[in-house]
């Protein structure tokens, strides 16, 4: 089942703050985010198990609510290069199959 | 280090025709997996492997549809009797499985036409 994420879009001035939600109706295991620009293939960004680990970027932050099935990720004094198209993955137990949301696409302007 | 590989990087075929999409992924990664992604859509899920066996092949839409990795590392898509409805951009990722973490490292993508 695939997550819901929003907004579908967003557009923002450099240095501008944003947050994109991904919501599922079933339990989650983890969710994993990735930022594509067009033409480009996926790139990784963060991971956030079940339980509160999580691995990624530096200047990239989520939170995950397990009580909600609910991740958001937050950016952050936005520049040129957030540009692009996000994507919250999830998976529902430990069996690497992840779904994608749809994709929430950010623009940023100078 | 190289990353995920695909070749080709665009393929324009006739509706009915055969064609096989290759993967090259990070060297030492264990699982793999191939996603299909329409436009304006997130990828979806066809297939995940881990090591030369297909542990998950639930996403494959039917019969036409196939994948091998004969000796753990390549891996081949193949689809039979293609049909329109199959032009999308076929994107194959990989990952490692022993950290406990999942992340999956993305190729570019082949580029599937079919006239």
């Known amino acids: 089942q695939q997550p819901v994420q929003s907004p579908q879009a967003v557009i923002l001035r450099e240095g501008e703050d944003a947050v994109i939600n991904c919501s599922s109706s079933k339990a989650l295991y983890s969710v994993h985010w990735y930022r594509q620009k067009h033409g480009e293939a996926p790139v990784f960004l963060m991971i956030?198990?079940?339980?509160?680990e999580q691995k990624g970027h530096e200047k990239i932050s989520a939170s995950f609510n397990e009580k909600k099935q609910q991740s958001s990720l937050y950016l952050t004094a936005s520049q040129l290069s957030y540009s692009g198209t996000y994507f919250c993955?999830?998976?529902?137990?430990?069996?690497?199959?992840?779904?994608f949301g749809a994709g929430t696409t950010v623009t940023v302007r100078a | 280090g190289a990353g995920v590989s695909q070749t080709p990087s665009n393929k324009v075929t006739e509706k009915g025709k055969y064609v096989e999409l290759r993967c090259d992924p990070i060297s030492g990664h264990t699982a793999l997996y191939w996603y299909r992604q329409s436009l304006g859509q997130g990828p979806e899920f066809l297939i995940y492997?881990?090591?030369?066996?297909?542990?998950?092949d639930s996403g494959l839409p039917n019969d036409r549809f196939f994948a091998v990795r004969p000796e753990g590392s390549v891996s081949t898509l193949k689809i039979q009797r293609t049909e329109r409805g199959d032009s999308a951009v076929y994107l194959c990722?990989?990952?490692?499985?022993?950290?406990?973490?999942?992340?999956?490292?993305f190729g570019p993508g082949t580029r599937l036409t079919v006239l």
């Open positions: 492997f881990q090591g030369t066996g297909a542990a998950d």
């Open positions: 993955g999830t998976e529902f137990q430990a069996d690497y199959k992840l779904s």
């Open positions: 990722a990989s990952s490692s499985t022993g950290t406990g973490y999942n992340e999956q490292f």
């Open positions: 956030l198990l079940k339980g509160g």
